[in-house]
């Protein structure tokens, strides 16, 4: 199982436009109040995490790679 994770929206966005419907790249993007959207390419899950690293884990337990 792929744990490909994106710091960048732009390249995170670039990867979905190839590999639409599958989770092939999570990213971990922070919003305004300090909180962080996390999203995955498969675009049937998104989720809020309170810090990056909680972010990093939830992405990687959508995967199953944990
Ligand atoms: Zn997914």
Redesign the pocket.
């Known amino acids: 199982m792929s744990d490909v994770l994106y710091d960048s929206p732009t390249e995170f966005l670039h990867e979905v436009a190839e590999k639409k419907g599958e ?1 092939v790249a999570q990213s971990v993007i922070p919003r305004d109040d300090g909180s962080y959207v996390v999203a ?3 675009e ?2 998104e989720v809020i995490a309170s810090g990056r690293v909680e972010g990093l884990d939830l992405a990687r337990r ?2 199953h790679s944990i």
Request: charged share 0%; glycine share 0%.
């Open positions: 989770c995955c390419s498969c049937q899950w959508h995967t």
